[in-house]
């Protein structure tokens, strides 16, 4: 029996793994992580992320070939393959700090890998941030082998959250990279039958180890850049009288251009995008290219300009001062059908909506109070820590309030602000709302 261990059981490792062992019921799979009360929820009736579908898989699986545990040793020892998914933050100090990746955990998770193998491994490369990764894993497992036989692969994922088992059920691509050595070969052939249980082959696409591993950050970089696009049209929009749904609709028609990912927003969020341009920002001022660095730069600031640009419209729009005024936040999830919160545009502006003072009634429907209370008083970058190194729960901050409901949060409020398209709020009567304000007002 194939024996399968991916330790880091967050929003990457959990639902891949979990759909592994559906497809999968012959394979072994084990999720491990250092996080005890993660893991808890894992096997608990409420589990540590909300996804569309996800609690069905784990259900079906859980207890006959899905396991999770904080016994990380044990399982590895035992694998075949171990999927490496833990977290890989943006550095805050030293060289790169603010743009390159900080591999210290990646480190460690090998490390300890090289430690507890008794057996060959297939060791595959699956965090968030691909930065040359599996080269450096590579170089770490290599040299504290004791007679093991390592081989690294990186198989990115492109799962989006919010549809992350749709995404994995019926993959646009599943991208393997390995060594173009007979090993490597032989270990890329061990991962494809893996995903040929129910990916046609023809959509898994074998390429070398920094491919599959750039791919993946020029993947995002894309879409970034698309949605910074329309951003940055919907701000010339705005200042010309044109409708930028208008425009993005007309825009989309073109099947060259196509419709996706043409919704101007307050910006984009998210885990991947920012840390993914700002490696390839890295990669590119270390390869000493920094025209394309300043390229995707751009990218970046034209999503801080559009939350910043939010924040001042709505200032501008009170009188110039938001001060001691009740702003209703609607959505705090970077977007809909998730209740993930890592780099969501929410947090910068209620950040600056309370830099001028407004009081903040704060409702999404997946977001706990605890969470949104600590992503208002984390740093930035911290988030990306895990959650035992992350600083206490704050104490909280008297300018915000979470409510568990949209007319609560909308309640006596000058202002609302829709953060995230949950389709819920599409179906709330404004009309009811916007009298009630005027009338308060
Ligand atoms: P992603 O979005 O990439 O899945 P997360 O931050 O949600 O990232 O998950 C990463 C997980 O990896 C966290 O739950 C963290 O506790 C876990 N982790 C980090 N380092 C280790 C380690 N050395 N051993 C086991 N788990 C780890």
Known sequence: ???????????????????????????????????????????????????????EVVKECRGRNLFFSTDVEKHVAESDIVFVSVNTPTKTQGLGAGKAADLTYWESAARMIADVSKSDKIVVEKSTVPVKTAEAIERILTHNRKGINFTILSNPEFLAEGTAIKDLFNPDRVLIGGRETPEGQKAIHALRDVYAHWVPVERILCTNLWSAELSKLAANAFLAQRISSVNAISALCEATGADVTQVSHAIGTDSRIGPKFLNASVGFGGSCFQKDLLNLVYICECNGLPEVANYWKQVIKVNDYQKTRFVNRVVSSMFNTV????????????????????????????????????????????????????????KKFDWDHPAHLQPLSPTNNKQVTVVWDAYEAIKDAHGICILTEWDEFKKLDYKKVCYAIIRGA
């Open 1 to 55: 029996m194939v024996k399968i261990c991916c330790i880091g059981a967050g929003y990457v490792g959990g639902p891949t793994m979990a759909v592994i062992a559906l497809k999968c019921p012959e394979i072994q799979v084990a999720v491990v992580d250092i996080a005890a009360p993660r893991i808890n929820a894992w096997n608990s009736e409420h589990l540590p992320i909300y996804e569309p579908g996800l609690d």
């Open 323 to 378: 001060s001691g005024k009740k702003i209703a936040i609607l959505g705090f999830a970077f977007k809909k059908d998730t209740g993930d919160t890592r780099e969501t545009p929410a947090i910068d502006v209620c950040k600056g909506l309370l830099g001028d003072k407004a009081k903040l009634s704060v409702f999404d429907p997946q977001v706990t109070e605890d969470q949104i209370i600590r992503d208002l008083s984390m």
